[in-house]
Structures are given as structure tokens and as C-alpha cells.
């Protein structure tokens, strides 16, 4: 349960675009979550896309860092998310989107994304009720 595998990435750009303009959202700084139930043929009980704008970070070096720590981080806490989601037959497309300033330490990184998941459970079992 500790990788992150191809099926695991939210990758088309129809899911992206519904994700953002129909999806809810919360914000933990410096994450932005945009979430949706989502139906989706692949095994996974969620897809993840991770964005780090280059509007805050110019140069790609740092923009990459920050998605591989995101990454790490999300790829160890995901057993919330999943243990929750497949309990319920569920299944979700989720984004995170870094909207910080300043580059932010992994161990930091790893507290939001696991407080974030856990939000993200409470959000789910609120919306599907």
C-alpha cells in the first residue's frame, strides 16, 4: 500500500476540469483541497493530481521538490483516505494544490497532508451523508 501508482494519478483533463468547477474545497495553509465523489473505471479508490503554481516558485527545480515531498507525504498517509473510502465503495478525485509563498519543510508537509486527509474523511461522511 506504499506506492503510487499510475492509476493512482488523476490524469485526464476532462475529470481536471469537472474536479475544479464542480468539486468542494477546503483550505489548510499552505494546501488548497479540491475534492469530488467520482466514478471512475480504475481500480484505485481515489485519483490524486498535485499542482505547485509557477506563480509562487519560478524556477521548476523548486516547483518539482515541493510536488515530490507532496507526493511522499501523501503516499504515506493515503491508507485514511483509502481504508475510509473502501469501507464505503466509494471513490474520489482529489487535488492538492500548493498556495505558499515560501518553501515549507517535509516533516511540516507530512503533519498538513495527514490533518488534511482526516478533514477530507470528515467532509465525505458529511456529503454522502
Known sequence: MQTFKK???LCNFNAIDTLFAKGQSFFIYPFKI???D???CCNSPAQLLI???K???KHAVDRNLLKRQIREAYRHQKNILYDYLSGKGRKC???IVFTGKN???FAQIEGIINLSLQRLVKEYEVFTG
Do not use: Q
Open 7 to 9: 492509476e493512482e494519478r
Open 34 to 36: 479540491v475534492w469530488m
Open 38 to 40: 467520482y466514478e471512475t
Open 51 to 53: 499542482s505547485v503554481p
Open 55 to 57: 506563480r509562487n516558485f
Open 93 to 95: 478525485a482529489l487535488a
Open 103 to 105: 518553501k515549507v519543510p
